[in-house]
């Protein structure tokens, strides 16, 4: 008999994970911008295996009077982020373009809230807090809980560092594409995939 759940809503206590990553002008949520945002979407089969689904990525225009830390956009390779080429669009448009269809899937799902998924989860989560309060967009992330892959990384691969937790759960890594916001989550969806196949539980 297969005891596995067969509903996502089942293996995470009503909760939908969803995996998350922004790239940011510094460390401040309040007075640094927001840069990028990645989500990628996550679907369970009959068996309860756990699989990335959908990405979806949004380069951002900083918010009016947002701190501007060179060496923050030196690390994420953009030297403008205002730059039209970058083809970015306002902080409302950016979170409703990834909040949407964590809606709608929330809907699908029967899942009572998202609950974010992130390398550093709370760095994540703390950026997406301020930038939806900005623009009154109403988040469907719990407001203090993640899932956090360094945490879980720590403790199946005794690795921290996103690349090399990466590697040593045998995920293909590409450190020119690294830092990314789109690239990092896809392989943060990976990697909590990974993990959470490892260790299935009954309904």
């Known amino acids: ?5 067969t509903h996502i ?3 995470f206590r009503g909760f939908l994970p969803v995996v998350v990553d922004v790239e940011t002008s510094g460390f401040d949520p309040k007075t640094n911008a927001l840069i990028e945002i990645a989500i ?9 295996i756990l699989s990335p689904n959908k990405s979806i990525q949004a380069n951002v225009l900083p918010f009016k009077g947002s701190k501007l830390d060179k ?4 690390f994420i390779n953009v030297e403008d982020p205002t730059h039209p080429f970058r083809m970015a669009i306002s902080e409302q448009q950016a979170l409703e373009k990834c909040f949407n269809p964590i809606k709608k899937l929330l809907q699908k799902t029967a899942c009572t809230r998202a609950i974010l998924v992130g390398h550093n989860a ?6 997406i807090k301020e930038a939806a309060e900005r623009t009154k967009t109403k988040s469907p992330f719990h407001e203090f809980s ?4 360094v945490s879980l990384a720590g403790l199946v691969y005794g690795q921290t560092v996103l690349a090399k937790a990466v590697q040593s759960a045998n995920i293909e890594w590409d450190n ?4 990314s916001a789109e690239y990092d989550t896809i392989k943060t969806a990976e990697l909590f995939c990974n993990i959470v196949n490892k260790w299935p539980i009954n309904p």
């Open 40 to 48: 990628v979407t996550l679907s369970m089969d009959a068996q309860g």
């Open 9 to 11: 809503k089942n293996r």
């Open 122 to 127: 709370f760095f994540d989560l703390n950026f």
């Open 71 to 74: 060496s923050a956009l030196k």
């Open 1 to 5: 008999m297969n005891n596995k759940p």
């Open 146 to 149: 993640t899932l956090d892959t």
């Open 176 to 179: 020119s594409k690294a830092h």
